[in-house]
């Protein structure tokens, strides 16, 4: 069954640093997602994607955060300067049509010191 | 707003034991609902869903029916097993969001041997 991977699955940073985000989607899905989910916290939307440009965004998702489709299998999220509380698990999502179901990658753990 | 409610957890059940997860929802008009499922290191995965109301989704032996008069899509299981460990989430889209997704709090459920 397809399904959607994320790289890498642990990722630790310094404050500051920039990183960079990894998914794979479903092959045939057109519709990209990303999550988060701070520790103990609800998973929360960041950003949708279609047609190589954002459709809709979160309060949350600000300056310092981007998203590419740089060929026709991955997709990134990039955040450009990372804070303390950028650390949480990403998840990457994707869909066939808009809207749900979404089929959710692992995720990424990402750790700022 | 839109918003999904779960009831709290941790649930500890000892193994084929009866599960109840309450989530009760407010949303504009009828979305369909979701639940998924988190096991231990891993991501969210799509259990059940449900698409107009009194349809009754079911996988994996659980079963949730999308309530519209009492605006709610409990989760429920007859008979647990301890690979049903997990945190389960409910969730619903936006409305008019496409795959921008409400997820509840999450309920961890832990069954014992």
């Known amino acids: 069954e397809p399904e959607v991977t994320q790289t890498p699955s642990h990722q630790v940073t310094q404050m500051g640093q920039e990183v960079i985000l990894r998914c794979v989607p479903i092959s045939n899905h057109l519709y990209f997602y990303w999550y988060r989910q701070i520790l103990g916290q609800k998973v929360e939307f960041l950003v949708s994607?279609?047609?190589?440009?954002?459709?809709?965004k979160s309060e949350i998702f600000d300056d310092q955060f981007s998203v590419e489709r740089p060929d026709g299998s991955n997709f990134t999220l990039k955040i450009r300067s990372t804070k303390l509380e950028d650390s949480a698990m990403y998840f990457c999502?994707?869909?066939?049509?808009?809207?749900?179901?979404?089929?959710f990658g692992p995720g990424t753990r990402l750790l700022v010191l | 707003g839109d918003s999904v409610t779960q009831m709290e957890g941790p649930v500890t059940l000892s193994e084929e034991a009866f599960l109840t997860i309450n989530c009760t929802y407010t949303?504009?008009?009828?979305?369909?609902l979701f639940w998924y499922v988190q096991y231990p290191g891993e991501g969210l995965q799509l259990l059940l869903k449900a698409t107009k109301a009194d349809d009754k989704g079911s996988n994996k032996g659980f079963e949730a029916t999308y309530r519209k008069e009492t605006t709610s899509f409990h989760l429920e299981k007859g008979s647990v097993q301890v690979s049903d460990s997990a945190v389960y989430f409910c969730a619903l889209p936006y409305y008019n969001q496409g795959g921008k997704l409400i997820f509840g709090q999450g309920t961890e459920l832990s069954v014992k041997p």
């Open positions: 999502a994707s869909s066939e049509a808009e809207g749900p179901p979404l089929y």
């Open positions: 994607f279609y047609n190589n440009e954002i459709s809709e």
């Open positions: 949303a504009t008009g009828y979305p369909s």
